[in-house]
């Protein structure tokens, strides 16, 4: 059974700061999905990884996957008020985006 | 990107009631649809598997006679909850599987609370 961790959970920081939320998944995929989550809104795609190796980066965002690790970094830079959200991992199982979801991060940034 | 349209966004019901909600792939035609239900500060949790023209997959512990599945085109299936209680209070949505495009998409989300 595929298990997907995210940590931290929680995560309140300053604007201005670096930080990095990790995803750690429990079998061999190679389809992992970074999503962002506001209050009662449905999820917004932010990126999709398809390889060993890669990297994609847009904005204060960047996202890296090491699939023989089984684990995703969702890297945060110089943070804004704005990137305040819960920030989902979810691996494809199976390869037709039926997908398995870690816990989510709730990330907070204070002014 | 695939639009995938979710209606209604938000529903209100009396117990026992049942609620039918839908979701329609704009621009693709949409063999499957997965069914996900968030719980409030909860993630999302796969509930089932719809598949055109065949029966749904339910998850372990989802009632398949509770939440109703139909999948009779490529671009609408549906999920109706049946006689709803306070517990089924919840976010559903819904994302077509492609299988081409590695993307996956999701409807807008309907927040349904069972009073």
């Known amino acids: 059974e595929l298990k997907v961790e995210q940590n931290p959970l929680f995560l309140s920081m300053q604007e201005g700061k670096n930080y990095t939320i990790y995803c750690n998944y429990s079998t061999t995929s190679d389809r992992l999905y970074w999503y962002r989550q506001d209050p009662g809104k449905s999820l917004e795609s932010l990126f999709v990884l398809l390889s060993n190796g890669a990297v994609k980066q847009e904005g204060r965002l960047m996202a890296s996957l090491d699939t023989k690790a089984r684990l995703s970094t969702l890297h945060i830079t110089a943070a804004v008020h704005d990137l305040s959200a819960t920030y989902f991992c979810?691996?494809?199982?199976?390869?037709?985006?039926?997908?398995?979801f870690g816990q989510g991060t709730r990330l907070t940034i204070n002014p | 990107g695939a639009v995938v349209s979710q209606h209604p966004s938000w529903v209100i019901c009396k117990s026992g009631t049942s609620v039918k909600i839908e979701c329609r792939s704009l621009d693709f035609q949409a063999t499957t649809m997965f069914w996900y239900r968030q719980f409030p500060k909860q993630s999302l949790m796969l509930m089932a598997t719809s598949n055109e023209g065949s029966k749904a997959t339910y998850e372990q512990g989802v009632e398949k006679d509770k939440f109703l599945i139909n999948h009779a085109s490529l671009t609408l299936s549906t999920l109706t909850v049946t006689s709803a209680h306070p517990e089924d209070s919840s976010f559903y949505i819904c994302s077509p599987g492609q299988g081409v495009d590695p993307e996956a998409f999701f409807g807008q989300g309907t927040r349904l609370t069972v009073v």
């Open positions: 979810a691996v494809d199982e199976g390869g037709a985006q039926k997908l398995v």
